[in-house]
T-cell receptor, first 109, second 113 residues
Framework: SQQGEEDPQALSIQEGENATMNCSYK?????LQWYRQNSGRGLVHLIL?????REKHSGRLRVTLDTSKKSSSLLITASRAADTASYFC?????????FGKGTHLIIQP | DGGITQSPKYLFRKEGQNVTLSCEQN?????MYWYRQDPGQGLRLIYY???????QKGDIAEGYSVSREKKESFPLTVTSAQKNPTAFYLC????????????FGPGTRLLVL
């Protein structure tokens, strides 16, 4: 079964706007990770937030984690055309990483 | 794509044929993984290995086999028993614990002739 469930499935915004993606998960996790995948390529790790953390930043990325709601969000600020990709959350626990189906983000120039 | 290589980039399989996908890493990682990705879907775990000469089935191991004779290498064989092999196959590795950051190869796309 899939641990993460991203929302929305697809998102299209104008360049320069902020993009927010959400992830819900089902069981207990040690960490929540976000990955990016360009079309036809492998996944690239973006950021990891541990279960005892509430917010983490990395460049234009901001991730939040609410363990009481079993949810996480990824905010990309000042989006660029190069941010167009699919974004996956993955819950990290005793069974390893379990990935959601992803949010496909399109940045319109 | 880091220090993980996968080959070939595209692979064609005929009916009844076994094919092997290569995965090599030079990151000195103990753990390696194989995932399958179908269009518009997330990743599903096929097999994983946390140490040389040992591997475990993932969620969808039927029709697949693996070996881990060297720390650097984790080849995946798609056997004729896998009736729907067309997919994008991704190999990954991590330092130790399975829940930590994984580093992915560029993937192999398998198509059935």
């Amino acid at each position: 079964s899939q641990q993460g469930e991203e929302d929305p499935q697809a998102l299209s915004i104008q360049e320069g706007e902020n993009a927010t993606m959400n992830c819900s998960y089902k069981t207990s996790i040690n960490n929540l990770q976000w990955y990016r995948q360009n079309s036809g390529r492998g996944l690239v790790h973006l950021i990891l937030i541990r279960s005892n953390e509430r917010e983490k930043h990395s460049g234009r990325l901001r991730v939040t984690l609410d363990t009481s709601k079993k949810s996480s969000s990824l905010l990309i600020t000042a989006s660029r055309a190069a941010d167009t990709a699919s974004y996956f959350c993955a819950g990290g626990g005793a069974d390893g990483l379990t990935f959601g189906k992803g949010t496909h983000l399109i940045i319109q120039p | 794509d880091g220090g993980i290589t996968q080959s070939p980039k595209y692979l064609f399989r005929k009916e009844g044929q076994n094919v092997t996908l290569s995965c090599e890493q030079n990151l000195n990682h103990d753990a390696m993984y194989w995932y399958r990705q179908d269009p518009g879907q997330g990743l599903r775990l096929i097999y994983y290995s946390q140490i040389v000469n040992d591997f475990q089935k993932g969620d969808i191991a039927e029709g697949y086999s693996v070996s881990r004779e060297k720390k650097e290498s984790f080849p995946l064989t798609v056997t004729s028993a896998q009736k729907n092999p067309t997919a994008f196959y991704l190999c990954a590795s991590s330092m130790l614990a399975r829940q930590e950051t994984q580093y992915f190869g560029p993937g192999t796309r398998l198509l059935v002739l």
